[in-house]
């Protein structure tokens, strides 16, 4: 069974940037596609970013187009999100997984976006 740890969110000021990490152990992490999610409080989780297995195809929400690169690195088995040209609006906890079917979802990083 996958196991996944994000790491990376915190306090920024709008206008500022984070780079979130997702590190995976357990399995082949190279063999699937993998996705960011994130959750903000009230709300439904949504999913933030794709990218596939060898990172040739990359899928973003609309509302962080631009501004969100995914990566990964499949070596260290670590998905990456840079996010940059944060606003008050992406405020949320952070998630990575596979689409479908899930691995047990981590405990997420908090990222708050705040003046």
């Known amino acids: 069974q996958v196991q996944l740890v994000e790491s990376g969110g915190g306090l920024v000021q709008p206008g500022g940037s984070l780079r979130l990490s997702c590190a995976a152990s357990g399995s082949t992490f190279s063999g699937y596609d993998m996705s960011w999610y994130r959750q903000a409080p009230g709300k439904e989780r949504e999913l933030v970013a794709t990218i596939t297995r060898t990172g040739d195809f990359l899928k973003y929400a609309d509302s962080v187009k631009g501004r969100f690169t995914i990566s990964r690195d499949n070596a260290k088995n670590t998905v990456y999100l840079q996010m940059d040209s944060l606003n008050p609006e992406d405020t949320a906890v952070y998630y990575c997984?596979?689409?479908?079917?899930?691995?047990?979802w981590g405990q997420g990083t908090q990222v708050t976006v705040s003046s």
């Open positions: 997984n596979r689409i479908w079917p899930p691995f047990s």
